[in-house]
């Protein structure tokens, strides 16, 4: 292409310096030379022509190229921000469960802490029940011993008055 523009600057050259037709602002030229760098410039325009054509065609291509390395960067980009969502939703959800699996822990922890106290308390009622029929029972039995030692007391005294009366 530089090969091009310098013959068309020596064609300007060329009428630049040709002598002018007076009154009429036309200029005369070398027919020949003109048609030399004409044939030049035919000859040389196919190969810029095909070089320009080959260059802007590797520019499409790396277009092309520096798009689909964009589109596959943003995907992959895409892709690893997902898989951090993902995670993230996992994370969340194991912290949820966690939550829920302490929640239901202390909540059977008191049930089972109710209950415990409900059956001891169960037990300790059996007990003074057990208790309060024991001494009821020691009780009764005691006034039955009293009874009957205050009659063997009694026997007693009226066996020695008895006695008494006798040696008399």
Do not use: C
């Not at 960067?73 to 993230?88: G, H, P, R, V, W």
């Not at 209950?115 to 308390?121: C, Q």
């Amino acid at each position: 292409m530089e090969s091009i523009l310098k013959l068309l600057e020596l064609m300007e050259d060329i009428l630049d310096n040709s002598s002018a037709v007076p009154f009429t602002g036309k200029v005369m030229v070398n027919k020949e030379e003109l048609y030399e760098i004409i044939t030049d410039i035919r000859l040389k325009l196919p190969n810029e022509i095909k070089q320009s054509k080959w260059v802007l065609e590797e520019r499409n291509k790396i277009l092309i190229d520096a798009q689909k390395e964009a589109e596959n960067i943003i995907k992959e980009a895409d892709d690893k921000l997902s898989k951090l969502i993902d995670e993230n939703e996992v994370t969340k959800k194991a912290y949820e469960q966690a939550e829920e699996i302490i929640e239901n822990a202390k909540k059977n922890s008191r049930e089972m802490r109710l209950g415990a106290i409900e059956y001891v308390e169960e037990i300790l009622l059996a007990v003074e029940n057990t208790i309060k029929q024991t001494l009821e029972n020691i009780h009764n039995e005691s006034s039955k011993l009293e009874e009957s030692l205050g009659k063997t007391i009694n026997l007693l005294q009226s066996n020695r008055q008895e006695l008494k009366g006798k040696n008399t």
